[in-house]
């Protein structure tokens, strides 16, 4: 089914400092979590093709809430 498939793609998985996200729609809002829920980072790129720095996040597991023209989707990583 097309619409379980994930709309973005990011890597690496985990990441030191650049973490890439491409999506074939237009990514609005990319929104970065720690595991409480606080929002530590918040980017608009409004491009199908983001590169993240977040060489000044500290190590941990972090939540990603990406929206794609008005999808939201919500993936987890670890910052190394």
Request: zero cysteines.
């Amino acid at each position: 089914n097309e619409n379980i498939k994930s709309k973005v793609l990011f890597y690496p998985n985990p990441v030191e400092s650049m973490l890439t996200l491409t999506s074939k729609g237009k990514i609005n809002s990319i929104i970065i979590t720690n595991m409480v829920g606080q929002e530590v980072r918040r980017f608009n790129p409004t491009t199908t093709t983001s590169v993240l720095n977040l060489s000044g996040l500290a190590r941990g597991t972090y939540f990603l809430q990406v929206n794609i023209n008005g999808t939201i989707e919500n993936h987890k990583f670890i910052k190394n």
